[in-house]
């Protein structure tokens, strides 16, 4: 019988495998594929308008990138969490419309393009020329990024997007900034602002970047006028001079030998920016601080007491401390300047003086500085700037010498002359953050200008958008922290900018003076006119069009009737902050133009109107961290005064893209991964799982050993997948599956467990919390092959193709891969529609138009059995492992299982309730076990004599090698078998199938 069983094969009679789904994918041609195919099947018009006709709406607004390169990888990791996100709330039934965006205006398209028209002119650029060209490169941008985020799988209305430069959200603009004028948000006037001297142009709050910087740090000398301190510090004086103070020698000055011996008392001021002393306008004091007089270098200096030991420790000189003064003894007195002549300043006292570095004596320099600015206000100093936008010293600067001197050279200049007049006591450097600009990631100066501001105290703006923070949900919640603590720090927001590519501020200026005239009439006929020609027609138009024929304006200072048009453009943050109105408030095309354009003007939202239905306000705004301190917040406020309610419910932020050290990409650092990297290398859906993996509290990190992860979680979901596709070939859902109380127990709990599972990924879908979702999907489908899947083989391959037991298993199979696929489809968008389409029969629409379904729960699954028999089953397969260790078996098919359950064990509560599920299933607990643990053998024993205890108190078990042949079918082991070897169960099988009968 050896023999014949040696030559008799009955492979023919296993249900094998069977399927084309490839093992191992060829990323490039399946994705290519698909997107040709989705193109062809307008999958992203479909995707827009799908559930439309529902009420259910779910509107995520996309913030628009910049129009001016390749997209990066910070892009496509932001791009995949709003298409996850949007795929995800379509699957829920919502309607989901994304209208993608593009930031087109600003100074780096101005830069690069005037860089270019350089090359290839002689002559000077024209401002007509230049926004030609501006348009055209954001354009072809535009149309580069489109491609590159359709080749990351996004599904957004790219033939339909919007873009800041389209005419119509350009006057969109200009009406918007036309309501915060009627309501009188804006107001222009004389501020000392963040200015590159490289771009020439103010930047805002959000443009700013802070670096490290090495600085001088220098200790300044601003002396008292000896006659000062006779008659205003008197006892000081007596003090410090002694008989060289009597007030009438001093006034006779009857001995000049006497004058020279009195050593000067001054401030000493310290200050890391000298280019700034020729600005001095005053010397600050805290208000609240002691100062001690100490004698140094032959000299007295004015110090805060509490910083003196500090100081004298630097400058390596024992502390002579002479006197002690409180600041109300000092404030009042003026100071001479350090070097130039007969300018002296007023000593001051304000709170804002730092008593913990420095000396607790500041140098104010109201027009080149943030905080000397608002105190030049609050004191009515001279707001003096004779800086010009290049950084170079302007008229009216004293010394004359330093005219047109760019600031680094008068820095230069400022410290050779305090050396030369005595006036530098010490000088050392410093390491510290410095304000960059995020562009050129040049150093800032502050320099005071004319410029357009939106009050945030007006009608209490601020205020509301604190408390309008606690309306709005936040992903992940401490999020919430960092716009409240942008905007709370913010008095108001500087809205005018140095360029030319941009939409302009629609106002005129006074020609032979520096008022401006601003009014609601005024900023209509800009807005039409810029919705018909684009930002263009602001260059063609005179100002003498523009003004009312009959009612000119007069300019409120001089009384001139001579105007000319405003050359600052809006900030380009207030360009993409006002998206909620040009795009959230009109996207209906069933809108007539003009009723647009009158409902926009009347500032009344277009959902009033019988036309349209507005999408304001948005369910959730997805950018990185980064956009709290920009288009959220632009976002925000904007909405406030708009629509005075916020633009989004929900905020969700993610960090940035960093290396394996946690360094943020740059190309100066050589650690960029472009995305079409990663794509080359893993396939977009890796990428895009790579997206989801990343949790919202950090930043999304780039290494080796990270995106290894990723791949092999991706694998395990794919070769799952593919296992079930493979044995679902001759299985029809719609005629074959079998009802679910008519399941073996075993695929009942395998649906219930997916039914759980499905719950929670659903949820994490809802949480936004992708995280979750990426770890349930490798988990489960790990779980599912190496317990489940493996111990359904024996059914798939060797039961009637045809029978009960395997087509139970096959309904299962089919339940799990329906659910995996759709489940995973927001995130492994590809893979999810080449699945579908090898496992639904007939499939009529791509897997993204679909709805997640229910999974059906089975009946008769109790939670508690359940549990028990995961406790069981590793329990048990412990003693199997150390059979196997030993050599004595070497698969866990070799043996056989005696075990023992003491039902009185509390452990083993759950087992009688098994017994019963079991009965009425109509199988056997030892088939059950048997299989639970694919052995060949399991009995019962009447008692545990002989049995050796498990972990789990209350069960006991003997193993050993199973009695019989193994059977050349199942490779089970079996007393009863024929003369091919057959077991018991394989010979009817056989028999049947050979007799046609499947």
Known sequence: MAEQEKKVSFKHTLNLNQTDFPIHPKFKDEEEGLLLRWAHEKLEQKTFEKNNEKNARFILHDGPPYANGHIHLGHAYNKSIKDIIAKSQRMAGNHVPVVPGFDCHGLPIEQKVTQELGKQKTGPVTRAELIKK????????????????????????????????????????????????????????????????????????????????????????????????????????RKLWD?????????????EELAQKRKPVSFLVWTTTPWTLPLNRAVFLNPTATYAVLHIHNQYVIIGESLADTFCAQMKVAKELVATLSADQLVGLSVAHPFIDNVTVPVLADSFVSLEDGTACVHSAPGCGPEDYEMGVKYGLEIFSPVGPDGRYTAGIQPAHLLNMKITEGQTWVLEELERRGTLLYKTEINHPYPHCWRCRKPLIFRATQQWFCNLEKHHLRERALKAIDSVAFFPERSGNFLRATIGSRLEWCLSRQRIWGVPIPALLCKNGDSAFIEPALIDKVAAGIEEHGIEWWDTVTADELLSKKKPPTCTECGSTEFVKETDILDVWFESGISHFAVLQRHDDRIEKKEYREAAVLHQPISSMAHGESWFPADLYVEGVDQHRAWFQSSLLTSLVLENEPCFKGVLTHGFTVDAQGRKMSKSLGNVVAPEEMIKEMGTDCLRLWASSISLEGDAVVSEALLNNVKEVYRKIRNTCRFLLANLYDYDHEKDAIALDKLRLLDRIALHELHLFAERIRAAYDSYDLTII??????????????????????????????????????????????????????????????????????????????????????????????????I????????????????????????????????????????????????????????????????????????????????????????????????????????????????????????IESGLR
Request: net charge negative; glycine share 4%; with cysteine.
């Open 774 to 871: 990426f770890h349930e999907l490798g988990s489960f489908c790990a779980q599912l092959s190496s317990v489940y899947v493996d111990i359904i083989k024996d059914r798939l391959y060797v039961e009637l193709p045809s029978g009960h037991a395997r087509r139970s298993a096959q309904t299962v199979c089919w339940y799990h891969l329906d659910q995996i696929t759709r489940l995973m489809a927001p995130i492994l968008s590809f893979t999810a529609e080449l699945i579908s389409d090898h496992y639904q029969k007939g499939k009529q629409e791509s897997i993204h138009l679909q709805d997640f379904v229910d999974v059906p729960l089975p009946p008769g699954i109790v939670a508690e059995q359940w549990n028990l028999l995961a406790d």
């Open 873 to 992: 089953r590793p329990a048990i397969l412990k003693a199997i492992e150390s059979l196997r260790a030993t050599g004595v078996i070497k698969h866990s098919l070799e043996a056989q299982v005696t075990l023992f359950v003491d039902t009185n064990a509390d452990t083993m509560a759950a087992w009688h309730g098994f017994e019963r599920a079991l009965h009425a299933s109509h199988e056997t607990k030892e088939a059950f076990i048997k299989e639970w643990l694919i052995v060949s053998r399991v009995t019962f024993a009447a008692s545990k004599d002989g049995l050796a205890p498990t972990a789990l108190p209350g069960l006991y078990v003997q193993v050993t090698p199973a009695e019989g042949h193994k059977c050349p079918r199942c490779w089970q082991y079996d007393t009863n078998t024929n003369e091919f070897g057959l077991c018991s169960r394989c010979a009817p099988i056989v028999q049947q």
């Open 243 to 255: 008989g060289l103070a009597d007030h009438s020698l001093i006034e006779r000055r009857q001995s």
């Open 134 to 237: 501006c348009r055209d490169f954001a354009q072809g941008w535009i149309e580069v990024q489109t491609a590159e985020f359709r080749r990351l799988g996004v599904l957004m209305d790219f033939d339909h997007p919007y873009k800041t430069m389209d005419p119509h959200y350009e006057a969109s603009i200009i009406r918007a900034f036309g309501d915060f004028v009627e309501k009188g948000y804006i107001e222009r006037k004389l501020k000392t602002v963040p200015w590159c001297m490289f771009d020439q142009t103010v930047l805002a709050a959000a443009e700013i970047e802070h670096q490290p910087r090495i600085d001088p740090s220098i200790y300044v000398l601003f002396t008292l006028n000896p006659q000062l301190v006779v008659e205003k510090l008197p006892d000081l004086a």
